[in-house]
């Protein structure tokens, strides 16, 4: 996108900007390892709904405060209260689901999920400062 040609440095976050600017139907983001996490809720935020990331977490709840944490590696993050942050990232993540594994031959299940319209208050509550 040409307002972001003028980096030197190709971001997971610079790309996501560049990719809600082009007004998708959807962003498949590979994995949300840092400040790059504030940009897509940010995203989700606005409009562009249906998007798809994973974050490497052992259950719904842990997966919510590793976002938050992620959120405050951005910049723009560094003065919010955290159960602002908080209160974004339940709002703008439809479903989490944590996956476990059951044997060596790659089986797995559903060990937990987290589901917007039924968890958000109670998540709220347990999770919030």
């Not at 440095?9 to 400040?35: C, H, K, Q």
């Not at 602002?84 to 339940?90: E, S, Y």
């Amino acid at each position: 996108y040409p307002s972001e040609g003028e980096s030197s440095t190709v971001s997971s976050a610079s790309l996501l900007r560049s990719g809600f600017r082009m007004n998708p139907d959807r962003i498949l983001m590979t994995e949300v390892r840092g400040a790059e996490a504030w940009d897509f809720l940010k995203g989700s935020s606005s409009g562009h709904a249906g998007n798809l990331t994973t974050v490497h977490e052992s259950t719904p709840e842990d997966a919510v405060l590793g976002l938050v944490q992620r959120c405050y590696m951005n910049p723009e993050c560094q003065n919010l209260p955290y159960n602002i942050i908080l209160r974004r990232v339940l709002s703008n993540v439809d479903v989490i689901m944590s996956i476990k594994y059951i044997d060596e031959e790659d089986n797995r299940f559903a060990s937990g999920i987290y589901y917007r319209d039924i968890h958000f208050q109670e998540y709220f509550e347990k999770l919030k400062e």
